[in-house]
């Protein structure tokens, strides 16, 4: 992934994935709970059961369309991967992975299909961690509850048919997500970004913002400053890469000020937008203490807060914009 200057770049593949983990709720059959802690990254992981064994600690990626686990969990699991069956498009380069078929369980989500195998043992900084799970088992049709929900101030991940089981922020509102040119049921959303319209896809495997060539030009047109950064990756290597101060961002009735955001064209962006539609990154430094819900029969996603979570907080930098005194970052587009 990429971090600050200088920092590592946490490289997690967002076409592949992982998702994950346990804990389903004894109190209501209706809803399940799957408790998620977080990783040396700051990200948010699970665990999962894999075939029946485990529990495997994974990520929850909501870039990436299939789970994917390390090289060493096949054996673990008395599987032989078959080479070189995916073409992996990932955030900073294409790289063929062998996979295998396994059944994926985690509370009340459970998919049957392939797992991905990362080549790469750095492509997963955290070495308590297994692998990453994706939409395919966040959005499984196997998995038989309507409403998904990803709470990232109380560390949870919710399913139930019913919204009231759900404790939702107040005042969130339903925004159709938005189909790229290669749809692929991404949780996206319609954004303004200093004023330029583009598609804000929400990725749960990166905790930075990035756009791409298509955005950062639009952005230079509009003013924003420009500058190349150098960045290590997790290999050691060193990149140069650009990056931008931009000012409001707005989306799904949320307000972001002052971010930073970097610019460049991840091969997994490639994948799923022609080269000239302005494309977001959202990674979790934007989802901070925030809720997601996702209604996976119509389509259609929310994001929201509680009014008071800010009030203590700075509400500078890459922070949600405070809207009323510090009190409110809900607000109307």
């Known amino acids: 992934m990429l971090r600050g200057a200088r920092r590592s770049i946490f490289c997690i593949f967002m076409l592949l994935s992982c998702f994950a983990s346990a804990h389903a709720s004894d109190a209501d059959p209706n809803r399940h709970v799957i408790v998620m802690d ?38 673990q699991l008395g599987h032989m991967a078959q080479a070189d069956q995916y073409m992996v498009h990932g955030l900073l380069g294409v790289e063929a992975a062998p996979a295998f078929t396994a059944t994926t369980h985690a509370g009340g989500l459970s998919s049957n299909g392939p797992l991905l195998v990362l080549n790469d043992r750095d492509a997963i900084r955290d070495p308590s961690v297994d692998g990453l799970i994706g939409l395919d088992l966040l959005t499984s049709q196997v998995s038989d509850r309507r409403y998904l929900m990803l709470d990232f101030n109380r560390g949870l991940i919710e ?39 583009a598609i804000g896809l929400i990725d749960t495997g990166i905790n930075f913002a990035v756009a791409n060539e298509a955005l950062g030009t639009a952005l230079k047109k509009r003013g924003s400053q420009i500058s190349t950064t150098p960045f290590v990756d997790v290999n050691g290597e060193e990149r140069m890469l650009k990056s931008a101060r931009v000012g409001t961002i707005r989306g799904a009735r949320m307000v972001w000020a002052g971010s930073t955001i970097m610019i460049h064209d991840a091969p997994a962006v490639r994948k799923l937008v022609d080269a000239d539609q302005p494309v977001l990154l959202i990674g979790l430094q934007h989802l901070r203490k925030m809720v997601v819900v996702v209604d996976r029969a119509q389509h259609k996603l929310a994001i929201g807060a509680d009014r008071e979570m800010y009030t203590r907080e700075s509400c500078t930098g890459s922070r949600i914009a405070c809207n009323s005194g510090m009190k409110s970052i809900i607000t109307k587009n």
């Not at 059961?49 to 990436?64: L, S």
């Open 38 to 75: 977080q990783t040396v990254d700051r990200l948010w992981a699970v665990n999962v059961m894999i075939d029946g064994q485990g529990p495997f600690r994974m990520i929850v990626d909501t870039a990436a369309a299939i789970s994917s686990v390390r090289d060493t969990v096949p054996a």
């Open 159 to 197: 399913t139930s048919d019913d919204l009231r089981d759900l404790k939702l922020p107040r005042n969130m509102k339903w925004t159709r997500q938005t189909k790229t040119g290669r749809d692929l049921g991404f949780l996206s959303i319609p954004i303004t970004i200093e004023g330029r319209k």
